[in-house]
């Protein structure tokens, strides 16, 4: 007989038999259920199956149930159901008789929302663990599985690997969260470690459309009734729209409708619940500072996050702050509500070497943020401006309608040089001195324009030893309000005074002007009249009067009205002039998008 007969005849034999052993072979569903019952009975769980089973033999013993459910024990809650579970069954315990797990594929199934429903296995397994047990499944596969009705988690595909030649465990997944897509990867994890106690090494991240999030570190056991270990390392979160990025994970922040792009990176802590940051870099647009700090997320039954950090930068720009600040000015109404601020607390302390409102230069800043539930305070504990002191504090408080917000404001500066401070918002230096004020206003209303018509409190403005540029006063008395020809191109008449100061009284957005005024050594002046903070405009009359003995009686009466940007001065009763350049509000300071000015 030729050799090749045989050779042929085995591997015949052999396709027929790999044929068989592919195919998959219908096997009575109880007896099916029991046997792989008996595989999940190590692990705390409950196996119920309905409909066809099916054994496949090659490559490895498979079997094959479905429709399935699978809960914490017995009588314990369900965990996954709905889906068609495949079981890896170990050779050499089959041979043996023994059910035991080499691996489990679970498609289609609806997974439970109730993450301590998962604990009690979570738990079994890390008691197998610390008994030294060494039969695990090598691998675990879900596919198109869903969190409850899928409303916010579908298209679940997890695939988690831990060969059992290494110590070590990775895991890749991917799902559809409140419909954005979401990729989540875990490697180097040591799980029989965390379980007897010991630390384990871990490498994390998380990507989604608009951010993303990653760590590495170390793992620790869970605190006891707990089932997420204890970690430590380094962390680096970034997203394009932080208030999106929460919205999306159903989370919210104190502050955070305020924010846009934002990052934080630094070493960090996990304990029950909270989270602490010894050395961290945020990132607020395209501000970073450096600092520590710690997050809180509170109770499982009634969740408030609680932000706490201390944070130094060497430059910080305010204008986006000042500028949402100044829409309370505009002539739309802005809603006042707090609600969407406090959502959180927040206690953060700022430090600055530099901070910059536009043009305006502000060094050696130290200010907080304060929020609580349905209120807020931001102060300025201290700022130098233009060689002098900048303090102020904004207190905010919901009233008894959730839509009404009580405001309180006050501060007050301290030998600023004005002439400077006017060269940077472009104005024109046309005034010069020392500038001290102090203010205290309060209000409480719906929307902005409610707030402006019921302002009530009170300013004061003073400038000691200065001098108004481009204009002499006493010249202009003597020639009945007539400014000579070209006298404010050349800008060479000065007027020097010992005191100007101007008092606003407010009630209900209208300020009157009291001890408003100016002495000089040859001219003075007084001012009467109001601002309307509703109307926009300045209705006031004042007169000019010439201080020297020997011509007591040459005065000048004048009015300026008109709207805080198109102010005009009229000389009673000689007709109307334009009021210089120097003495007009300024249309824009500076301030980098939509807002209009400092000054409304």
Same mark, same amino acid.
């Given at each position: ?58 490559? +490895?013993?498979? +079997? ?200 934080? &990176? ?19 647009? &395209? ?53 969407? +601020?406090?959502?959180?607390? =927040? ?16 060094? &050696? ?47 007050? =500066? ?40 019921? +302002? ?22 003597? /020639? ?7 006298? =404010? ?15 606003? /009284? ?11 005024? =100016? ?31 020997? &011509?007591?009686? /040459? ?46």
């Amino acid at each position: 007989m030729s050799p090749r007969r045989p050779i042929f005849a085995l591997a015949l034999a052999g396709l027929i038999l790999a044929g068989l052993g592919l195919q998959d072979w219908p096997v009575d569903g109880r007896r099916a259920m029991r046997f792989a019952g008996h595989a999940l009975d190590d692990y705390g769980l409950a196996l119920t199956a309905q409909g066809p089973s099916s054994l496949t033999l090659l490559p +490895l013993p498979r +079997l094959s149930l479905g429709p399935v459910r699978v809960a914490a024990g017995p009588s314990g809650p369900t965990l996954a159901e709905g889906g068609r579970l495949t079981i890896d069954l170990d050779p050499l315990g089959l041979l043996a008789g023994r059910a035991e797990l080499g691996g489990l594929r679970l498609d289609g199934a609806r997974l439970s929302p109730d993450a301590a429903a998962w604990r009690a296995t979570l738990a079994q397994f890390g008691r197998r663990m610390r008994a030294g047990a060494t039969q695990r499944p090598r691998w675990l596969t879900v596919t198109g599985a869903r969190i409850a009705e899928g409303d916010e988690a579908r298209d679940i595909d997890i695939d988690l690997n831990w060969p059992f030649w290494s110590a070590s465990a990775e895991a890749h997944a991917s799902l559809t969260w409140r419909g954005v897509p979401a990729r989540i990867a875990l490697t180097h994890l040591r799980p029989a470690d965390i379980a007897q106690g010991q630390l384990s090494p871990f490498t994390a991240s998380v990507t989604w459309p608009d951010g993303s999030l990653a760590a590495d570190g170390t793992a620790s056991p869970p605190p006891e009734g707990r089932a997420v270990p204890a970690l430590a390392g380094h962390a680096r979160f970034e997203s394009r729209s932080l208030p999106k990025t929460l919205a999306w994970l159903g989370r919210a922040a104190p502050l955070a409708a305020l924010a846009g792009a934002f990052f934080v &990176d630094g070493r960090f802590e996990t304990a029950d619940r909270s989270l602490s940051w010894p050395s961290l870099r945020v990132g607020l647009g &395209d501000d970073v500072l450096e600092g520590a700090g710690a997050v809180a997320l509170g109770p499982e039954t009634a969740p408030r996050l609680s932000v706490q950090a201390t944070l130094a930068a060497e430059t910080l720009n305010l204008a986006p702050l000042i500028g949402d600040l100044i829409k309370l000015f505009d002539s739309e109404a802005t809603p006042l509500a707090l609600a969407p +601020l406090t959502k959180g607390d =927040l206690d953060l302390r700022l430090s600055a070497a530099e901070s910059r409102v536009g043009p305006v230069q502000v060094q &050696d800043l130290a200010a907080s943020i304060l929020v609580r539930d349905a209120a807020m305070e931001v102060a300025v504990n201290r700022a130098r401006l233009q060689d002098g002191t900048l303090k102020g504090r904004l207190t905010l408080a919901s009233g008894a309608d959730p839509a009404e917000t009580e405001m309180r404001m006050q501060g007050s =500066l301290d030998r600023v040089d004005f002439g400077t401070l006017l060269g940077e918002i472009g104005s024109g230096r046309w005034i010069s001195g020392p500038l001290q004020g102090q203010f205290t206003l309060e209000g409480s209303a719906r929307d902005s324009a409610g707030l402006l018509a019921h +302002l009530g409190g009170r300013a004061t403005l003073t400038v000691d030893g200065g001098a108004i540029s481009g204009l002499d006063l006493a010249e202009l008395v003597h /020639r009945n309000g007539v400014v000579p020809a070209g006298a =404010l191109a050349r800008r060479n008449g000065r007027t020097a005074f010992e005191r100007a100061a101007i008092t606003l /009284r407010f009630s209900d957005g209208i300020g009157e002007f009291a001890e408003s005024g =100016l002495r000089g050594p040859s001219v003075g002046a007084s001012l009467q009249g109001q601002v309307s903070l509703p109307g926009r405009r300045i209705e006031a009359r004042g007169d000019l009067a010439l201080r020297a003995t020997a &011509d007591p009686s /040459r005065t000048l009466l004048f009015e300026v009205s008109g709207p805080w940007d198109a102010l005009t001065a009229q000389v009673v009763p000689q007709g109307e002039a334009m009021l210089p350049d120097p003495f007009k509000f300024p249309a824009a300071l500076g301030l980098s998008g939509s807002a209009r000015a400092y000054a409304p």
